[in-house]
């Protein structure tokens, strides 16, 4: 990769191409390279100080930086949302420091860059999607120390991840555990699937997209390489189950996507609408109509597209 | 006849490392057998050792020197120099000792320590319980008390809780210290049939016993052990 | 000491469990404990009796595993080849201890997740080794708490509900319900009450001979010692001073030590 060239009248700062200096891009290509080559292990790696703080997907856009070039399309989604702040103000310094191309299709991009969704529409070979990972250490909650849990995953003891889910479904009938739900990855290492709601773990499994990790203030990366076996823990008899809803989309009559739910007025009333705003709005261009798209049109919650 | 026992050149003497190194010579050269099928009955003075003989051919105390030969699944083995399992295997299925006293196990109701040694050599549950049922009946232990630990028990309940687990079966040696101390007439009575039945059985008898016509009707042979006294 | 010299009875199991060989362990100038040899056999139960300090804990750290001695080898036949147990890789050891053997800790606290309900306390090993059906966990748990005499509505309950003799029993269910072949305990009667005691006591005491299950118990109380083990090795000062069947040891003593050990109790 080449040095970005500033010309001199421009009043950018001199960053880098995509912000980083070649041989941190260079660390972090060999953290991803070793990632691919385990699938699910987490390989430590030297996080940089990004301009924002940690905990704002710091990691996701460190390993973004490292894998971005000028012919890629990048799509950035915090909550299935291309417009929410985190998420434009991450498109927005790509734009700024590796001239991106930037997209909200999830068909066009060629990276995606998410926190909390995995997009509706299926991912295809060639896609990378980058999750920004707050907590990559799956066992962490029930093994405080960091030594014991390299040793837990170094010898794949992972009967006390079972007993975590036993101890939900004897307490409450069904394990409780709704997102950050445990994944056997190429069925050897425990893996944190990042804060993605259950509902998108299947997506993962055999997925033709390679799916990157990165945890910016843990220091940790890994890597699930396309076409690699992914398994929501459970048990034989609690098998896993996603999350279902009674009603489809008010919006876009979707009744496969995962649904947020929105409240609409002040006397309680809500609607649930599609958590992927593309998603929910490519279908209301192909002349899909939830039941509460007037209402919601006529109350400014959306602009009701024209088919 | 089969010889059972054979006590070969036995000597025992006490070293009491706390007392100034006090020895207390008991024995010496103490030789003798016993057959299969009799009762042969240990004599001599109180404290002349009779006990103490009865705990080392039990393997209980360790002899001085000498070698103690116990007759095992058909084969001689000494039961000084053996190892600590296989005593408690000879102790487990050839080697029984009834002393005057029950070791009380907690919360253990008296019918389960009468089934236990019929569980340890095999039996089903249901052929223990109605053994040990039989064992207390004939020993007049009332049956309100067979599912009670005997913790509470009198001294002769206790005893009696205590003969019928040794005698609800037989071991081929019985070693017996005073079974009869605190017992009225009629389970002493009891208690020197079991002692007949078993001999008449087959097995060996080696007793002690203090009340001399119990001591007449069981005895098929007498051995005074004063003369195995150590002059000190 | 071989078994086959004295008594060549094929009836008997053909090799020991553990064979412990020259075990010592020094803390720089200080002797944890010295040059150790025992073996013990399947179904046997070997109590370690001495003073606070004798090294009697320090012994059994090193046999369990828990800590490496400074000389000294400890083999374990749980297969067809003994294992080297100081040899073997770390992953080995943990596997087996958290399978073929066990260890009861003197304070439940160290044995038991206090934090995880009891059915998932006595559930871990099993999920350790792979059982993934919720429903046999479950029953086998409730099995096991019965058998400890817990009350089967408690299965859901954390150990930090339940009284000290509670959770030693289910600290006693955890370790049992993978089936070992050995087990360490450390005093675990220690810290409870005399008649929570006698129900523990009972309770091992039935367990280890329906189970046939082989034990170490360290113990500073004969009683324990009496009612329990088998064999008995009388530690001093990091030294075995004595060693034999319980009963021998206890009755007729012939260390100066063990006369004194047993010369100052009341009566066990």
């Keep these: 990769m080449t040095m970005h060239q500033v010309p001199a009248e421009d009043t950018k700062p001199a960053y880098n191409y995509a912000y980083l200096d070649e041989q941190t891009k260079r660390m972090i290509r060999r953290a991803l390279l070793k990632a691919v080559a385990v699938p699910g292990y987490q390989v430590p790696f030297g996080s940089r100080e990004m301009p924002l703080a940690r905990g704002w997907g710091t990691g996701g856009i460190q390993v973004t930086a490292a894998i971005i070039g000028p012919s890629d399309a990048l799509k950035v989604i915090d909550q299935g949302a291309d417009d929410t702040t985190n998420a434009v103000s991450i498109r927005k310094f790509f734009e700024r420091t590796a001239d991106a191309r930037t997209t909200e299709a999830t068909e066009e991009a060629t990276i995606i860059q998410t926190r909390h969704r995995i997009p509706e529409a299926p991912l295809k070979s060639g896609q990378v999607i980058v999750y920004q990972v707050p907590m990559p250490e799956p066992l962490r909650k029930l093994e405080p120390r960091e030594a014991e849990t390299r040793k837990m995953h170094a010898w794949a003891e992972y009967g006390l991840m079972q007993v975590k889910l036993y101890e939900n479904i004897a307490r409450f009938g069904e394990v409780t555990t709704t997102y950050d739900y445990p994944v056997l990855v190429n069925g050897r290492y425990v893996t944190a699937p990042s804060p993605i709601p259950k509902f998108d773990n299947p997506k993962m499994h055999m997925s033709p997209a390679l799916q990157l990790f990165g945890a910016g203030r843990e220091k940790r990366i890994y890597a699930i390489p396309p076409h690699t076996s992914v398994k929501s823990l459970d048990f034989e008899d609690h098998p896993f189950r996603i999350q279902s809803w009674t009603e489809p989309c008010g919006l876009c009559g979707a009744g496969d996507s995962y649904l947020d739910e929105v409240v609409i007025d002040d006397r309680g009333a809500r609607m649930f609408v599609c958590s992927d705003s593309h998603y929910c709005e490519t279908r209301r261009a192909e002349g899909h109509r939830g039941a509460m798209l007037g209402d919601a049109a006529l109350t400014g919650l959306v602009e009701e597209t024209k088919p | ?232 | 000491m071989t078994v086959h010299a004295s008594f060549p009875d094929a009836a008997l199991e053909p090799a020991p469990l553990l064979t412990v060989s020259g075990v010592s362990r020094f803390y720089g100038e200080r002797i944890g404990c010295a040059d150790v040899s025992f073996d013990l056999w399947p179904g046997e139960v070997l109590g370690i009796v001495g003073e606070s300090g004798s090294g009697k804990s320090t012994l059994l750290r090193c046999l369990a595993g828990i800590d490496k001695p400074d000389a000294g080898e400890v083999l374990f036949r749980a297969g067809p080849e003994p294992l080297d147990i100081y040899s073997v890789s770390e992953q080995e050891r943990r596997r087996l201890m958290r399978t073929a053997w066990g260890i009861v800790h003197q304070n439940p606290r160290d044995g038991l997740r206090m934090d995880v309900t009891a059915g998932g306390n006595v559930g871990e090993r099993l999920m350790d080794r792979g059982d993934r059906h919720y429903g046999k966990i479950r029953e086998r748990a409730l099995d096991w708490l019965q058998r400890v005499e817990i009350a089967g509505s408690r299965i859901d309950d954390r150990p930090r509900q339940f009284s000290g003799g509670m959770q030693q029993r289910l600290q006693i269910a955890r370790v049992l319900v993978s089936e070992p072949r050995l087990v360490f305990m450390d005093e675990p009667t220690g810290g409870l009450d005399v008649s929570v005691q006698a129900r523990l006591l009972d309770l091992l005491r039935v367990l280890v001979r329906d189970l046939g299950l082989a034990a170490i118990i360290v113990t500073h109380d004969l009683a324990v010692a009496r009612l329990l083990t088998d064999r008995l090795m009388v530690m001093k000062d990091g030294h075995v001073v004595e060693q034999g069947l319980t009963d021998q040891v206890l009755d007729d003593p012939h260390h100066a030590y063990t006369q004194l050990l047993t010369s100052a109790v009341l009566s066990v």
Excluded: C
């Design chain 2, 1 to 232: 006849m089969t010889t059972m026992i054979q006590v070969e050149n036995v000597a025992k003497t006490f070293t009491l490392h706390n007392q100034g190194g006090t020895r207390l010579p008991v024995f010496d050269d103490v030789n003798f057998t016993v057959e299969a099928g009799e009762a042969l009955v240990l004599a001599g003075a109180s404290g002349a050792g009779k006990s103490s003989l009865l705990r080392i051919l039990y393997g209980n105390y360790r002899p001085t020197s000498g070698a103690i030969r116990i007759t095992h699944a058909g084969r001689p083995v000494d039961i000084v120099s053996a190892v600590p399992r296989t005593v408690l295997d000879i102790r487990r299925r050839t080697l029984g000792f009834v002393s005057q006293f029950l070791r009380v196990i907690p919360r253990v109701s008296a019918l389960d320590i009468v089934r236990d040694p019929l569980l340890a050599r095999g039996a089903s549950q249901g052929e223990a319980s109605d053994r040990a049922k039989a064992m207390l009946t004939r020993l007049n232990l009332p049956e309100r008390l067979w599912n009670l630990a005997p913790a509470t028990f009198s001294g002769g309940e206790q005893q009696r809780v205590n003969i019928a687990r040794s005698f609800v079966d037989p071991s081929p040696i019985m070693l017996i210290d005073e079974p009869t101390a605190s017992l009225d007439a009629a389970n002493r009575d009891v208690v020197v049939e079991l002692i007949s039945e078993a001999r008449t059985a087959g097995s060996a008898i080696v007793g002690i016993f203090h009340d001399e016509a119990v001591r007449e009707r069981v005895a098929t042979r007498y051995l005074d052990i004063t003369s195995f006294r150590k002059a000190a």
